[in-house]
């Protein structure tokens, strides 16, 4: 270990003199030496580190010692808000305490969190502030416009409340529509100002989308527009980069996009082009919705010319050269040529997706149709791979790339990770162990006698299972669900019962996630977003029931292309990245040393398909048993041994 490290995190260190009880964390350690030594030899890093290693802690105290003695510059990106708030409001803050490095750390968000003032006054200039017809609306476009006039940094996180879309659309605007030098609130720009705090920081934290917005940037300009310049990058929650970065070098084009582009052309008194934007573009997404439905496709578009778009390309072309006339007229008002430049802009971009999306134009893309809540559609694509672009943009122009995560091997290896996301060969690898002893405190139930989940006697045997598990359990049990259609059918089948069962879908998913944890007998079913992220220690959650394997769906448009250009896409793919969702799952489970609990796998072919040892070996070392009914002696024993 570094003698910094050691200062650190050993048994007389900094946090065992500040902390009375500190115990050294073997995980977090090893954690700290890799991000260490990445950053001391320019090296890339893959580091695992389960729940419980404290992961922020261990990038987080190298991140500081590099800014401060060697003058590097440190960015750290997440996936999600919530670990943005932790690293900023505990984890930053504690090392500032603790550590003797004086160093400074700022947060980077996107410029649809923060307060527009353009955009409010454009708003307020149409009666869009006069108020909605629904009272909660109404409350909280009345407190929004309060806490405008007197908000110091424009955080939208700073609402005692998470504004609806509807509302903060009137506040708020994205990149496309920000005018830049030509705004005349530019000066009092709140994410300029944020953006200023971050290039004076040692340390920025900051999410995927930015991160990519910069790295596509820089490749255009060569500049760090988006981002501050940084030397080092920190990656956590790595294992979800690679499918961010698919949606983000995607794109969405759609009849709503004309319609704005079209109210831009009404605005500059072009109504007659205005109507013949809104006239074309309903014909020719009306023909790509009735493309979609048609037999000729599936899950995606795989042959040209699926749709004429000729005579919608034309009012757009014209529309961005009359725009880009606006945008070169020197004698106009600054914020008048700043609104030209954004609908040249935004005219050239709709046009040019239309334009490769009708013809398929890039073979390292999946083109597919989408509909939207009112049955609209939408044009999609996503590229298959982004190794190539993650190498060469990522990788190839940071010195030093440590990517961590609490799971990120499949069977024991980083070998999916660094082909999905084209990690150098070079690059350092460490699993750390976890602090939780699983062997004693959880155990793996298969059942015996489970149908296959193909099966139509599937769901009723699922429902049996949960009711079982829940009475062991008395209550306290999660259920992880594959698809709706199943947690539906099985939730109609348990919910009569003494226990209050939760649904997705029947109220927010964090007032859900509250109302399980402080309800302590109550049970709760989820499908996709409850694999990942909320955390329930203690005796609210002991059963953990999961109804199927996660295999991706076979209809995503990318998976489907994987599948037919690999013709192992099921060992090369398929399994890897349902192991992945799986340890994401499981891990909901034991998230405090004092947890205990039961992970119930209602798929046999775990146990009965070659490929299910990868996904047993990948699991954390739990006892295992196909006999549903030990789960009850299981839970006394392993809570009498906690109890000594």
Not at 414 to 442: K, Q, T
Not at 443 to 456: A, N, Q, S
Not at 578 to 599: E, F, M, N
Request: proline share 5%; aromatic share 8%.
């Amino acid at each position: 270990m570094s003698d910094y490290l050691s200062a650190v995190f050993g048994e007389s260190g900094l946090f065992a003199s500040r902390f009375p009880g500190y115990e050294m964390r073997d995980g977090q350690v090893v954690l700290a030496r890799m991000g260490d030594l990445a950053m001391r030899e320019g090296r890339h890093a893959l580091g695992e580190g389960p729940c419980g290693t404290g992961k922020g802690v261990a990038y987080g105290v190298p991140s500081v010692w590099h800014a401060h003695h060697r003058g590097k510059k440190v960015v750290i990106v997440t996936a999600n808000i919530a670990l943005q708030e932790q690293l900023i409001r505990k984890d930053m803050p504690l090392l500032a305490e603790v550590l003797p490095w004086p160093f400074t750390f700022a947060l980077l968000k996107g410029r649809n969190n923060f307060l527009c003032h353009a955009r409010m006054g454009e708003s307020e200039a149409r009666g869009e502030l006069a108020g909605f017809i629904g009272d909660d609306l109404d409350r909280q476009l009345a407190d929004v416009v309060v806490w405008a006039g007197e908000t110091k940094t424009g955080d939208v996180s700073e609402l005692s409340f998470v504004p609806s879309p509807r509302v903060w659309s009137r506040f708020s605007i994205g990149h496309d529509d920000c005018k830049g030098d030509g705004c005349r609130f530019r000066d009092a720009c709140f994410v300029e100002r944020a953006k200023a705090v971050a290039a004076e920081a040692d340390i920025v934290v900051t999410n995927y989308h930015l991160l990519f917005a910069h790295l596509a940037v820089r490749r255009e300009t060569d500049q760090d527009l988006v981002l501050p310049g940084f030397d080092f990058l920190v990656l956590d929650e790595a294992h979800e980069a690679v499918d961010i970065a698919r949606d983000f070098f995607g794109f969405m084009v759609s009849e709503f996009t004309v319609i704005r582009l079209a109210r831009f052309a009404e605005e500059l008194g072009k109504k007659k082009l205005a109507d013949q934007l809104l006239r074309e573009a309903s014909i020719f997404f009306s023909a790509v919705a009735d493309h979609a439905r048609s037999p000729a496709y599936k899950c995606r578009l795989k042959r040209p010319g699926f749709a004429s778009a000729v005579q919608l390309l034309k009012p757009l072309d014209e529309l961005a050269g009359i725009a880009a006339g606006i945008e070169e007229d020197q004698s106009l008002d600054r914020e008048y040529r700043a609104e030209g430049r954004i609908v040249s802009r935004q005219s050239d971009t709709a046009a040019a997706r239309i334009r490769e999306a009708v013809a398929l134009a890039d073979p390292n893309k999946v083109y597919f149709i989408n509909f939207d809540q009112k049955g609209r559609a939408k044009l999609c694509a996503k590229p298959v791979h982004v190794a190539d672009l993650l190498r060469k943009e990522l990788f190839g122009r940071t010195a030093s790339v440590t990517m961590v995560s609490a799971t990120m091997t499949t069977a024991g290896t980083f070998a999916f990770l660094r082909a999905e996301a084209g990690v150098p060969d070079d690059a350092l690898e460490v699993v750390a162990d976890s602090p939780f002893n699983f062997e004693h405190r959880a155990l793996l139930v298969v059942p015996e006698g489970m149908p296959d989940p193909r099966e139509p006697k599937f769901v009723e045997a699922a429902a049996d299972a949960f009711k079982r598990v829940i009475a062991f359990c008395d209550g306290r049990t999660l259920g992880l669900f594959t698809s709706y259609r199943v947690l539906n059918a099985v939730y109609d089948q348990v919910r009569s019962n003494s226990y209050r069962v939760l649904r997705q879908g029947d109220l927010p998913r964090t007032e859900l996630a509250r109302i399980f944890k402080e309800d302590v007998h109550s049970v709760l079913f989820g499908t996709a977003s409850f694999w990942t992220g909320i955390d329930v220690p203690g005796e609210a959650l002991t059963g953990l029931v999961i109804d199927k394997l996660p295999f991706p769906h076979p209809e995503d448009p990318v998976v489907n292309a994987i599948c037919e250009r690999d013709p192992q896409a099921f060992n090369n793919y398929l399994v890897p990245r349902a192991i992945l969702t799986l340890r994401q799952g499981v891990g909901r489970l034991i998230r405090s040393q004092r947890d205990i609990g039961v992970v119930v796998l209602l798929d046999r072919r775990v146990v009965e398909k070659s490929y299910g040892r990868g996904f047993l070996r990948s699991l954390p070392p739990m006892r295992m048993t196909r006999q549903i009914e030990n789960i009850p002696r299981f839970l006394e024993e392993a809570a009498h041994a906690r109890a000594s």
